[in-house]
């Protein structure tokens, strides 16, 4: 008993320890990663609070010099670029420069010029763009282009604030040639000017008269010249191979607003023209766009070069156009052809051929699910083609251009021979979030980035729904709650957390949008009204959002309006509830009786994992609801511990109390336990009585199978963090956790896993590690010894379950696990001597394992070079990953010193750092390592990869996850402060 009580106490303090600090990480890390912010409020006077500072702060509104000083300087660094475009584009340069508007360099006080607003004004929308864009021969550093908009306008003006037209243009340098009207007469500028504060990055004329609708459409044609970026943004160039043998291709990554790094656009996604694009390039490459290739011309008046015309797009916002041009010896592709004959392509580097197949392969069961689930959605939804561009290096893991999806190598490729379980899930998701996208980001298409939870939420819900299409044996659909679920409601805990929908007040908030929050609580929300409304009428509800606006941008209440309702709320009403608050709900749930009767009494309160803090949500993003929700709720009543038949009650609770009475058919009988949140299904916490957790794990003890796995889940994880928040005592989580040795299905061990991975990478630095660590090995020993938890199965479930189990044994230090890998490790030696290395030695799902905790526990430095070596070798990316992973595992700090040297000397070919960096971290050993590295080369990191760069943010996350006390969380105070 004692021991117990130590480990309760202890844990919980370390753990509240870790909370404190996370939730005040969870909110300086923001701003720290997308500097400056402004705080978020539902009120539209932010507009013009932005626009008194600006107006205060006149020398921060122009960091560039104007557009005529920019030119010369760019003419003394590289003499003759600009005057080469008269010729190449048969245009006639405007030499004498610009007339600058001097109300961009000094504004009037008090003027709300449309260049403060971080939207673009509504009055003008394009329609077509001709693009013409010149890539050069490798590693010169400059491109060029030209660009005709056609734009329409669509209101009369109603001051001369309206004489301004704003266009996004941020690192190339806009050229303007004339702007015409419909009837291809001149219309006479006045001024221009360049605005670039807060990224607005807007290119600003001045016409001398207001337009009316009646001169539309205009066409606006530009010059543009522009350097390749020093990071990935925009248009950019990379190499890539082994030293020796580098190559270089060209890519473009405009998600979320980087296309105006490119050339001179309407860069919000409520802007959707449509797009005929001309690249030329050298003729021994190959250029991909979003529409198939209609011609390859070559160039008279360029030696060498070939101009591909590309088909005319469908309307398109600027963030999904996508391009990328390689050399013809470096890339290959596979065809195979989709229902309505849509021709998909994947492209991968030669020796990469194979391995390519296998995900085209993958890709065409998962496209035919899609299109099985949006059958009814407008056949103009689908595109004529595809290209699958599997590229070396990229800033993510896909992009998903309608069209021309770019996915990352290490990201997708596989092996079948080497891919474990948990690999072909991960890819096949991926996958599939990124083609469902085609539809809610393409197709349907949100009108700003406060609504980009339309296009990230959807597909992340639907992706689940395709993949158990193509691969109905993975059981997919359960596993949202180990795959996401689990994980959103543990981050969305915080006190610092936002709500799904929050405003944008500059584009460095964008960024912050693409979160687990943005993607996986809507997904999880969509997943709580399926199972109260059925899958059939949210695929019904969806279509019609879908075919509501072709090619145009979705409106949410058509959704709401073809829903109806969701039980007995209006859908609208229901969908704000949880849209607009922060956190969820935590359902105290009692069985009492009253009056002979029992009663079920339910009490809504906010969640919250973490004491509150100065980053509260409460301040930022305040409840227009009193953080009261409208809640489905199904729960389960049983008379005994082995009750084969419970009450199955629902109940609709939109109160902060709400009581019923619990019908009996047996009034000698009495309910003895109850189990709300049926199935997982739901996106609340729920806690109970201390009899009632004891009931439930007499419940569990007596292996009652009507608690489905979905449910044993639920209970482990409300057990975890309601002992994790003080809510239920740890005596609580371990008398019913000892019913885990009679537990064999995947999900309840896989959440117990995440839970104990969690608590273990604080107690790590703990003493009461050793006690924890007992009781679970114990318990593992038995289920050890009742499987073969070693061979493999051949049923995909089956697997992922012993590896979780496996995993979990080794991470809590179990001899058994420990010495058996060691065990298994001597017969991987020899291949590794040899160099042949053969992967069916071990089963996929357990070699991770073996890798790993063997050069855990051994301090054999011949050993870990020769790993070292295969892992710089091996062209198998699962097998490469588990190889890295491997690395960072050793308890010598010496070698994680020079791993990491060796990476920053770029003697390592193809190293991912931010990998790396995360899964050293994990390691007792390495995390003050990678913290002092993070810390002395913060600044070079900046240099080498961008200030903008989300991956740098999530990087300080990854390392400080684990951090136990105050001396470390001052040190990131510094660092976030001080920078």
Not at 32 to 46: A, G, Q, W, Y
Not at 250 to 263: G, M, T, V
Not at 407 to 423: C, G, I, P, Q, Y
Not at 863 to 884: H, V
Request: contains cysteine.
């Amino acid at each position: 008993m004692s021991e117990k009580l130590h480990i309760s106490y202890v844990v919980i303090g370390a753990y509240a320890a870790f909370v404190l600090v996370s939730s005040l990480l969870v909110g300086l890390l923001p701003p720290f990663v997308n500097r400056p912010l402004c705080n978020n409020d539902n009120s539209e006077s932010k507009l013009s609070e932005i626009i008194d500072r600006q107006t205060r702060d006149t020398d921060q509104v122009q960091p560039h010099p104007n557009l005529n000083e920019r030119i010369a300087q760019f003419k003394q660094k590289y003499p003759g670029k600009i005057e080469s475009l008269s010729s190449k584009y048969s245009r006639k340069l405007k030499v004498d420069g610009y007339d600058i508007c001097p109300e961009i360099i000094n504004p009037e006080p008090g003027v709300l010029y449309p260049w403060y607003s971080p939207r673009l004004p509504d009055r003008y929308v394009p329609i077509h763009y001709d693009v013409e864009l010149f890539v050069p021969e490798w590693g010169l550093t400059v491109y060029d282009g030209f660009m005709d908009m056609k734009v329409d306008i669509i209101s009369d003006p109603s001051s001369d604030l309206d004489k301004y037209i704003l266009i996004h243009a941020a690192e190339e340098i806009p050229l303007l040639q004339f702007i015409r009207d419909k009837d291809g007469q001149d219309v006479e500028v006045d001024c221009v000017g360049e605005f670039n504060y807060y990224k607005n990055d807007y290119f600003v004329i001045k016409t001398k008269n207001a337009l009316n609708p009646t001169n539309g459409p205009l066409s606006i044609e530009f010059l543009f010249i522009a350097l390749l970026p020093e990071y990935d943004s925009g248009i950019f160039e990379f190499q890539f191979g082994t030293p020796g043998s580098e190559s270089t291709m060209l890519a473009s990554k405009f998600e979320p607003i980087e296309a105006r790094n490119a050339f001179p656009c309407f860069d919000e996604p409520r802007f959707k023209p449509t797009w005929s694009f001309k690249i030329d390039h050298p003729k021994t490459t190959t250029a991909l766009f979003n529409t198939p290739a209609q011609s390859d011309v070559p160039i008279p008046t360029v030696n060498n070069s070939v101009q591909t015309t590309f088909a005319t797009s469908k309307q398109l916002p600027s963030y999904l156009i996508g391009m990328v041009v390689f050399n013809n010896d470096d890339f290959v592709s596979e065809t195979l052809y989709l229902p309505g004959d849509i021709r998909l392509n994947i492209w991968a580097r030669k020796q990469f051929a194979n391995d390519a197949l296998d995900v085209l392969n993958m890709t065409e069961k998962i496209f035919e699910g899609l299109m099985d689930i949006f059958r009814e959605v407008d056949d103009s939804a689908l595109p004529s083609k595809i290209d699958m561009f599997i590229i070396p290096e990229y800033p993510y893991d896909a992009i998903p251009h309608y069209g021309l999806p770019i996915f990352r190598e290490k990201d997708v490729l596989f092996k079948f021979s080497s891919a474990s379980e948990r690999d072909l899930q991960r890819i096949a998701l991926l996958i599939a979030k990124s083609l469902a996208e085609f539809w809610f980001g393409g197709f349907a298409t949100f009108a700003w980035w406060d609504e980009l939870w339309l296009q990230e939420g959807l597909a992340d819900y639907i992706k689940y729904r395709a993949v158990d299409l193509a691969f109905p044996n993975w059981n997919i659909l359960q596993q949202f709650i180990t795959e996401e679920l689990i994980y959103v409601l543990v981050n969305d805990g915080y006190p610092s957390s936002h709500p799904i929908y929050k405003p944008i007040n500059n584009p460095y908030e964008i960024e912050e949008y693409f979160d687990d929050v943005e993607k996986s609580k809507t997904a999880a929300i969509f997943r709580m009204v399926e199972e109260e409304v059925s899958f059939a009428e949210m695929e019904k509800a969806l279509t019609g959002y879908l075919n509501a606006h072709p090619w145009g941008t979705a409106e949410i209440n058509k959704f709401y309006e073809i829903l109806g309702t969701v039980d007995k709320w209006p859908a609208k009403e229901f969908f704000d509830r949880w849209i607009t608050q922060s956190n969820y709900p935590l359902l105290n749930i009692r069985l009492v009786e009253e009056n002979g009767k029992q009663v079920i009494k339910v009490t809504q309160s906010r969640a919250l994992n973490s004491y509150a803090s100065i980053f509260a949500g409460d301040l930022l993003y305040p409840s227009a609801y009193n953080f009261t929700w409208y809640i489905p709720l199904t729960c389960s009543f049983g008379r005994s511990e082995s009750d084969s038949s419970p009450l199955e009650r629902d109940f609709y609770i939109d109160q902060k109390e709400f009581s019923a009475e619990v019908p009996n058919l047996q009034p000698d009988q009495k309910y003895v336990w109850v189990h709300c949140d049926r199935k997982f299904a739901g996106y609340y916490a729920t806690d109970y009585t201390v009899e009632n957790w004891e009931n439930l794990g007499l419940a569990l003890k007596a292996e009652n199978r009507e608690l489905l796995p979905e449910d044993r889940a639920n209970i482990i994880h409300n057990l975890f963090v309601n002992g994790f928040t003080e809510r239920t005592s740890y005596f609580q989580v371990v008398d019913v956790l000892s019913y885990l040795t009679r537990e064999k299905d995947y999900l309840p061990w896989k959440t117990v896993h995440k839970h104990l991975s969690d608590m273990a990478g604080i107690l790590d630095y703990k003493e009461p590690f050793l006690q924890v660590s007992s009781f679970f090995s114990s318990m593992m020993r038995k289920i050890e010894a009742d499987m073969d938890l070693w061979s493999p199965s051949g049923i995909h479930t089956e697997e992922l379950l012993k590896e979780t189990i496996l995993s979990l044994a080794c991470r809590l230090q179990d001899s058994y696990c420990l010495t058996k890998t060691s065990e298994l490790w001597e017969g991987v030696i020899p291949s590794l001597l040899s160099g042949t290395f053969d992967p069916v030695r071990l089963p996929p799902f357990v070699r991770e394992i073996v890798f790993n905790y063997h050069v855990q526990n051994t301090y054999n430095v011949n050993e870990w070079d020769l790993i070292l070596r295969e892992y710089e070798n091996i062209e198998d990316f699962a097998e490469r990953r588990r190889l890295l992973e491997s690395l960072t595992f050793t308890r010598l700090p010496w070698l994680l010193a020079k791993l990491l040297e060796e990476q920053q000397e770029a003697k390592l070919e193809k190293i991912d750092l931010f990998d790396t960096i995360r899964m050293m971290s994990e390691n007792p050993v390495g995390r003050e390592i990678t913290w002092d590295y993070y810390r002395i080369n913060f600044r070079k990191l900046v240099e080498d990869f961008g200030e903008d760069d989300a991956r740098l943010g999530q990087m300080l996350i990854d390392i400080s996850k684990t951090f136990e006390n105050e001396f470390l969380f001052y040190e990131v105070l510094e660092l976030v402060f001080f920078y």
